[in-house]
């Protein structure tokens, strides 16, 4: 069937919105549905019950890890049948994180941290960009693994190629 509803959603990338979507229960009893999310960007509860004779909010969180567009869906399933709503999600780019300056003297290294998260129920891989690699050392592989809900930190180290001068980099 038809979705019974279209919802947009716009958010910057690794950013959540919430979304809540009336159900109605027009029964004198309560309503449980099982609720299936199309994504792993997607969350809320599994099981939801509609009280009887109102409407309930289900909320829906959607956290999408990266600059995108696509489609999405939430169904629910009940013993007395089934209907889903489609979602249209954009997520547009981040804004950058900018690190307080760092000093070092010259044949010596200052670092920062940055800690990246992966709140998803399965692993994600990270790779990494520099745009000043003669300046700034990214300290881990290319590649960055993370296992589901696991956080690290890695290390950014500062090493001045000349004196007096700014130096900046896009990691």
Not at 43 to 49: A, D, L, R, S
Not at 110 to 125: C, D, G, Q, W
Not at 139 to 167: C, D, F, S, W
Request: charge should be negative; hydrophobic fraction near 35%; glycine fraction near 2%.
């Amino acid at each position: 069937p038809d979705p019974e509803q279209t919802i947009e959603v716009s958010t910057e990338a690794r950013k959540s919105s919430t979304v809540k979507i009336p159900i109605a229960n027009s029964k004198s009893t309560p309503t449980q549905f099982q609720v299936i999310l199309s994504d792993d960007d997607l969350f809320g509860e599994k099981t939801f019950v509609a009280a009887p004779n109102t409407t309930t909010d289900y909320v829906l969180v959607v956290s999408p890890l990266k600059e995108m567009k696509r489609a999405s869906s939430v169904y629910f399933y009940s013993d007395d049948g089934e209907f889903w709503y489609s979602l249209i999600i954009e997520s547009y780019e981040p804004q950058a994180n900018t690190l307080a300056p760092l000093t070092s003297a010259l044949g010596k290294f200052a670092s920062a941290f940055i800690e990246l998260e992966n709140p998803l129920t399965k692993a994600v891989t990270f790779r990494t960009e520099n745009d000043n690699p003669t300046a700034f050392h990214i300290v881990a592989k290319r590649l960055i693994q993370l296992a589901p809900h696991e956080k690290k930190r890695v290390e950014i180290r500062y090493i001045p190629t000349t004196v007096g001068t700014k130096e900046c980099a896009s990691i």
